[in-house]
């Protein structure tokens, strides 16, 4: 079972205390954007087999979005940071670079 630490309250909450909210760090384009640019921000999302970025809600607890940085194939968790961020912590792309040392930061789309 997926356990995330709440970044906000400290709980560790059970994958069933939590809501997810798809792929983290999306750039928004609205009003003014080009079709194939609202076209990707709608329906294109990366399907990483490896480290990936997520949105979840402590549903259950303190009612927050949150971010997770987790590896999709063996559920290892990086860390949880707040959803307030363009990219994230430092910290965590540490963790993440020293156990996959061909791992890279994106820019965001
Ligand atoms: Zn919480």
Known sequence: MLILECPYCGVKAE???LAAGGEAHLKRFGPGSSDEEFHDYLFMR???KGVHFERWRHANGCGKWF???RCTMTLEVFGTYSAQTTEPPKE???KISEKRPNWTWRDVK
């Open 15 to 17: 994958e069933t205390e």
């Open 46 to 48: 990366e399907n990483p």
């Open 92 to 94: 965590i792309q540490d």
């Open 67 to 69: 971010h997770a940085a």
